[in-house]
């Protein structure tokens, strides 16, 4: 796959887009497929010269750029020996138009195949390299809290595409998907080239209104970016219909009367999905004070289950639901008392967050119990909440699934609410405390135990 690449001249997304054998000049206005909506920017870059399309007047905005154009392109921009010779890839001809550009590549570091000899020519270009290609040939280097469901919140894929997203050149799909392993079409590299160049062309997610939707919480914050650390702008009644805009991961832009800025999309809702209605969880972080919990990897279980519970309260506040925590500073409350707190406090349902510890390092996953003590009527409104929480955190952390299990915790076993007890991960595991110690994963468990619970609700209130 394409390494990351020194800074790039504008001549390479230049030829990128001619076709690879330098088609002739081409105006736009005779070009007759290029796709309405990428029209202005397609325009933009054919009478600048900078696009052109195929004999014929045709651009064929659906096709894809291969490797070995790519490794062409790139050649010929840093001025690599093109001769036509033998490489080092056995899948790459040394008659190929591409094979000296992708030899010299090779031998240069930019290019470094698929490893055992293979480059695989023929193959197009996805859009997650694509975003390397753009983020490192435009020297793009903010981030932000920009996000895409099908794209893991760390790394050098999600850096690259977040870097493309932060500057305006994309926004992604409007259900929230980037489609990084998608190969780009010309058309869409076209778009990603001139909001590149032009600042005109950056896409703004509140440019097109594309539906509406209802708010199904009993409040919903709005913010001034996607995600819970942006400063609180609005907030939204149940029931409020608002305007919706670009989706951005799990938020979306909306806009209701002078009220504009984002929400989480799981808190809205068509006319007919079930209301979450207005709910009080009690959130339990496990141990404190002067009872550190399990200790291992150089973690203490008490400060994970509170900086995991910490961030699950903002979640479920952002979504209208009132929170009562049992503690939010390093502190020693007997197990009782927590429930006694809850109780007194009005809760309906307790959720208590905690790290596992084994004495064979090797245990490790995710496991959620619930309580079946004697004739408990709450039994089964306690199995489904350990239920959706399990699958969420299982969807976001891709631990192992040691599933939903019984026992009868003090915490769990003694309430008189529906109640969970969430085991995160093992802190005596190096994988799990590497999730269990960073704050990208503390952040999407609080995200989805905030899901699994807005699951829960839905479904009690169905």
Known sequence: MLRKLPYLLLSLVVVLLFSIFSPKETSAVSLKDIPAKYKTEIDYLVNKNLIAGYPGGYFYPDRSVTREEAATIIGRTIGLNGAQRQTSFTDVNSSSFGSGYIQSAYEKGIISGHGEGIFHPKNPITRGEMAYLIASAFDLTEKSEIYFNDVATSGTLFEAINKVATAGITVGYPDGTFGPNKSITRAEFSVFVARSLNPDFKVNV?????????????????????????????????????????????????????????????????????????????????????????????????????????????????????????????????????????????????????????????????????????????????????????????????????????????????????????????????????????????????????????????????
């Open 206 to 462: 509140q440019s097109k209104p594309t539906g509406e939707r209802i708010v199904s919480a009993a409040t919903l914050n709005v913010r001034s970016g996607p995600g819970v650390s942006f400063d609180q702008v609005g907030v939204l009644a149940n029931g409020s219909k608002v305007t919706t805009y670009q989706y951005v991961g799990d938020w979306v832009y909306i806009s209701y009367g002078n009220i504009q800025g984002y929400v989480n999309s799981n808190y809205l809702k068509g006319t007919n999905t079930p209301n979450v209605g207005a709910n009080v969880i009690a959130i339990d972080p496990g141990h404190g004070g002067s009872d550190p919990g399990a200790m291992a990897n150089g973690l203490k279980e008490k400060d994970i289950n509170l900086d995991v519970a910490l961030r699950l309260k903002k979640y479920l506040e952002d979504a209208g639901i009132k929170v009562v925590m049992t503690r939010t500073n390093d502190t020693f409350i007997s197990l009782d008392g927590r429930v006694d707190y809850a109780v007194k406090n009005g809760a309906d349902t307790f959720v208590s967050i905690h790290t596992n510890s084994a004495t064979a390092s090797s245990a490790n996953g995710t496991e959620t119990y619930y309580s079946t003590a004697a004739l408990n009527p709450r039994a089964e409104s306690s199995k489904q909440l350990a239920t959706f929480i399990q699958k969420r955190l299982i969807e976001a952390w891709g631990t192992t699934n040691r599933g939903v299990k019984t026992a009868d915790y003090r915490v769990i076993k003694a309430t008189p609410l529906p109640a969970t007890l969430v085991e995160l991960g093992f802190i005596t595991n190096s994988g799990d405390a590497n999730k269990l110690g960073s704050n990208e994963y503390k952040e999407s468990a609080a995200k989805a135990i905030s899901l699994g619970i807005q699951d829960y609700y839905n479904w009690k209130n169905r």
